[in-house]
């Protein structure tokens, strides 16, 4: 089973969820957001930020814990609440932030803050369909079997930082 620090991972959530506050922050947009957030950091540092693990499902990249997380934070941390997205379309659970509840900067290093800016400020505008179709377009979810565990040394194929020429 992977442990994980519950209390960094749901802030990690509630950074999200104060950060994207457009209406497009449902469940699959967030599963991609700390797809992109732990395996951009781990190109970048060897590590990732939430310590969990991801699954190779049919709509990309899903952390293990992150469905736990949600439900451990739900009516404390942070609100789920269904919302009409258009006319004849599903209803989109839509994640926000409870009223009282910051963000805790304490829990996370310089490098993991400007990580997960630089994720939410990429992909802020972005819908989770959008994302999905990104995720699916790189090496770590093609180099994997469905329903598989995704290696994390897959994030250094994606060369984003350079690291491959280092070698």
């Known amino acids: 089973m992977v ?12 950074f999200f969820a104060n950060k994207i506050q457009n209406g497009t922050l ?4 967030l599963m991609k957001l700390l797809y992109f957030l732990d ?26 814990m992150a469905e736990k997380i949600l439900k451990s934070s739900k009516g404390k941390e942070i609100s789920i609440i269904n919302k009409k997205i258009g006319q004849g379309y599903n209803d989109q659970q839509l994640i926000q932030p409870c009223d ?13 803050l400007l990580m997960m800016e630089e994720v939410a400020d990429k992909w802020e505008k972005f819908s989770g369909a959008e994302m999905k179709n990104a995720s699916h377009g790189e090496a770590p979810w093609i180099a994997t079997k469905p329903n ?6 897959l994030a250094y194929y994606r060369n984003k930082y350079g690291e491959m020429s280092k070698i």
Do not use: A, H
Not at 3 to 14: M, R, S
Not at 26 to 29: F, N
Not at 39 to 64: A, C, H, I, M, Q
């Open 3 to 14: 442990k994980v620090n519950e209390k960094k991972y749901k802030n990690v959530i509630l």
């Open 26 to 29: 449902g469940k699959l947009k």
């Open 39 to 64: 395996f951009d950091f781990f190109e970048k540092y060897g590590k990732s930020v939430t310590g969990d693990e991801y699954l190779r499902f049919e709509n990309g990249p899903v952390p293990r």
């Open 100 to 112: 009282d509840k910051d963000f805790d900067i304490k829990l996370f290093s310089k490098e993991e």
């Open 148 to 153: 598989d565990v995704i290696d994390y040394n």
